[in-house]
């Protein structure tokens, strides 16, 4: 990338530069164990600094993608290559690859700093310069009082730290996360996603992660690919996934989503309608590609994008009119369950902005909800 | 502490009665002052210093140390190669009949061992002496040593190895500075194993001893066919002396081991 175009693209993005050259590329990937294919065919592109996120649930092949990068799964069909390198050939200890395992496998019958100093050893890097990088790791995870304790003397985010500082010990090119949060509980789990962005600026190294967690993969990543069945179904920043998902599949696994089915009757101009009940209006979201006229579709919209009222509201080109069913209390805001006369149960956030008693809306009361026309998206698939 | 019901106690003391009376009457007579085993006439250390001045049964010491440290450490490096394989290689072709054959030994009536031995040693012409007991008993310590270690193995985490792989290691340092360390306790306990086996066997070692190469357990054995001498039992209570040390060692030091660990879990918590 060219200064000037470094300059005029404050934001990154490389996967929209054309000149921008990836570090990683699976080319026609093919992966089976016996019968089992476990990645189909597969073709990928991940750029140098980028926090790249493999998500999906378990036995998708995520974790089949990672071990094929770090070598300790060899290619059935197709290449990777690394910095334009062929890696069928490299073995695992020949790759500028780290690799954090989900386990964090750390050498029990070495203390923490011999953990950090045993893959710069193999290099055989001169005494002091190991010592040297040995403590500047240690400050990097704030663990230089440890040094000298065994792993199972420290605690679980310790180790995760340990883990951390000994597979960025020798500057990879390239560090590999094996669901690197799984074994921490939920408050240190969220401490620890920022400590990993922090790390990953400062360090400037490129990082794939595998995670079935998807608010880890929307609180870090720079682009997700959302895998199923040994496929990525869609690859593309959190935002982009979270707003504008490909499918129902994607819209359904991040985050909580209201689908409601039915029949498009107008599309054109990024937008498309669909008739979804009779006796309510019909709605409209945003849908690039036109659809063809009496297409079954799914209109998918996240909660928090639907607005609720107890009177209808004026000028919203999407309305729906129901009764309240359910309302869960999450106190900073609440998720109320509409029942429509057609029985289909659509869910609305609101934030809590005045106290509960001076709340408005209550059990079995008629409401609206409405949502604008670029709130949801139609989606086909 | 409970107190025990008398029908414990009755069990109790029968089952310890059972084990332990005939050992205590072999030590008791060892101080015999007297030349028979079996009439009591005074306290004395007489056999002790009879037994330091009898020079084939120290000769016969030396053969069998020697014999179970060799044996004992060869059977620990195959063994441990062998459960490493047999764990660590997957699926290959012939791995259940591998792994079948190597514990076929633990079962092997040692009669048949030992004579399958000496007969092959008689084919290729091998000379019976220290040499061919140091192979029979590798042969058949080999796989005691394969299972005390496989049982390790199989609860090692794989992700250790992978991981020293990711951080350069060929994959014989990965075994060297990774597994070795790790599953060492395991290896140490089959060395000893080996070890005790080789110590006390009798029937392959007579089926594979030569002239010169007599080991303890043969000359006690032939020593007692032509009766029982006090030296005898002195020679067995220093044994029995010997491995119950060993034993409330080894429990000793890994209680205090487990007992340590413990202790530095709760401290990291």
């Keep these: ?119 710069l050893k193999r290099d055989k890097m001169p005494k002091d310069q190991v010592e040297a990088r040995v403590e500047e790791m240690l400050s990097l995870v704030q663990l230089n009082k440890f040094a000298a304790r065994k792993p199972h003397q420290i605690s679980g985010g310790q180790r995760q730290r340990v883990a951390l500082a000994r597979s960025l010990a020798k500057a990879p090119k390239l560090l590999l996360l094996d669901e690197p949060l799984g074994a921490l509980d939920k408050k240190l789990r969220q401490d620890t996603q920022f400590e990993l962005m922090d790390i990953q600026e400062q360090t400037g190294t490129t990082f794939v992660i595998v995670t079935h967690d998807q608010e880890e993969a929307m609180t870090v990543a720079s682009r997700i690919a959302v895998m199923d069945h040994g496929k990525i179904i869609q690859v593309d920043t959190p935002a982009k996934i979270y707003e504008e998902p490909g499918s129902v599949y994607v819209a359904d696994f991040i985050g909580d989503v209201n689908l409601i089915e039915g029949n498009v009757t107008k599309s054109g101009d990024d937008h498309a309608t669909i008739s979804w009940a009779s006796g309510q209006q019909d709605l409209i979201g945003i849908a690039h590609d036109e659809i063809p006229t009496g297409t079954r579709a799914t209109l998918a919209v996240r909660p928090e994008k639907v607005n609720i009222s107890t009177e209808r509201p004026e000028g919203m080109t999407n309305v729906i009119h129901g009764k309240v069913h ?38 079995e009361q008629e409401v609206w909800l409405s949502f604008t026309d670029t709130a949801g998206v139609v989606l086909t698939s | ?147 005390v270690v496989s049982s390790r193995l199989v609860t090692f985490d794989h992700s250790l190895e992978e991981a020293a792989l990711d951080l350069g290691c060929t994959g014989f340092e990965a075994f060297r500075l990774v597994t070795l360390p790790i599953i060492m306790p395991a290896v140490l306990s089959g060395w000893l194993l080996a070890f005790t086996l080789s110590l006390d066997d009798l029937v392959i070692a007579s089926f594979t001893s030569g002239p010169s190469s007599t080991t303890l357990p043969i000359k006690i054995f032939s020593a007692v066919r032509l009766g029982v001498t006090p030296e005898i039992n002195a020679l067995s209570t220093i044994l029995i002396g010997l491995v119950t040390i060993g034993v409330i060692t080894a429990s000793l030091s890994s209680k205090r081991a487990i007992a340590k660990k413990q202790q530095d879990e709760k401290g990291a918590n």
């Design chain 2, 1 to 147: 502490m409970r107190k025990l019901s008398w029908f414990n106690t009755l069990s109790l003391t029968l089952g310890f009665a059972f084990l332990y009376i005939p050992m205590l009457i072999l030590i008791i007579y060892s101080f015999n002052a007297g030349k028979l085993v079996t009439v009591w006439s005074g306290f004395s250390f007489k056999w002790y210093g009879e037994l330091m001045q009898n020079e084939a049964f120290l000769q016969a010491a030396w053969v069998t140390l020697k014999v179970a440290v060799m044996s004992s450490t060869i059977a620990t490096v195959l063994g441990t190669m062998a459960a490493y394989v047999m764990v660590r290689a997957g699926r290959f072709r012939g791995r259940t009949l591998f792994s079948g054959m190597i514990y076929a030994p633990l079962v092997m009536p040692e009669v048949i061992t030992g004579l399958s031995l000496l007969l092959l040693f008689i084919a290729i012409g091998l000379d019976r002496g220290v040499l061919t007991i140091v192979l029979a008993h590798t042969t058949f310590s080999m796989c005691y040593v394969s299972v």
């Design chain 1, 326 to 363: 359910d309302i869960a209390y999450l106190g900073n805001m609440s998720t109320y369950v509409i029942e429509t006369p057609s029985g289909q149960l659509i869910k609305a956030q609101a934030a809590n902005t005045r106290r509960i008693a001076r709340r408005a809306i209550t059990w």
């Design chain 1, 1 to 119: 990338m060219s200064d000037a175009a470094t300059a005029l693209a404050p934001v990154f993005a490389p996967w929209n530069d054309p000149a921008a050259e990836p570090i990683i590329q699976f080319k026609n990937v093919t992966k089976r164990y016996g019968d089992f294919t476990a990645i189909d065919n597969q073709t990928i592109d991940i750029y140098p600094q980028e926090f790249f996120a493999l998500l999906g649930p378990s036995g998708c092949g995520k974790t089949t993608m990672m071990r094929m990068l770090g070598g300790f799964e060899t290619v059935t069909e197709g290449t990777i290559t690394i910095d334009g390198q062929d890696m069928s050939a490299v073995p695992p200890n020949k790759r500028a690859v780290n690799m954090m395992f989900q386990s964090y496998a750390l050498f029990p019958h070495l203390s923490v700093a011999e953990n950090i100093a045993f893959g």
